[in-house]
Nanobody, 119 residues
Framework: QVQPVESGGGLVQPGGSLRLSCVAS????????MGWYRQAPGHQRELVAV???????NYADAVKDRFTISRDNAKNTVYLQMNSLKPEDTAVYYC?????????????WGEGTQVTVSA
């Protein structure tokens, strides 16, 4: 069983920064794509950023040039550096990892971490 666990959320003022981390527990994992999604109250869950095992990235337009996704394959960890935060970035942020189980791929989700941007 694979369980991604997020950390690093909290309350920050507009213009501030936060760094989210997500560790995927499990032995001898082959993790493919890792990513971050978010869901604000009354809204659907949306893509924030994803990164492939080789390091190729993709960002939502709303966060380009402000957020940076990175990963450490040796630690099964993905990061999201969030700068110049805006009130509209307020949401629960979820980590997702895609694991290759040889017989097929499976996506796993964390329970989420709250990010609140407010003065």
């Amino acid at each position: 069983q694979v369980q991604p666990v997020e950390s690093g959320g909290g309350l920050v003022q507009p213009g501030g920064s936060l760094r989210l981390s997500c560790v995927a527990s499990g032995s001898r994992l082959t993790i493919l794509t890792m990513g971050w999604y978010r869901q604000a109250p009354g809204h659907q869950r949306e893509l924030v950023a994803v990164i492939t095992r080789s390091g190729r990235t993709n960002y939502a337009d709303a966060v380009k040039d402000r957020f940076t996704i990175s990963r450490d394959n040796a630690k099964n960890t993905v990061y999201l550096q969030m700068n110049s935060l805006k009130p509209e970035d307020t949401a629960v942020y979820y980590c997702t990892v895609q694991v290759d189980h040889d017989v097929g791929y499976m996506d796993y989700w964390g329970e989420g971490t709250q990010v609140t941007v407010s003065a």
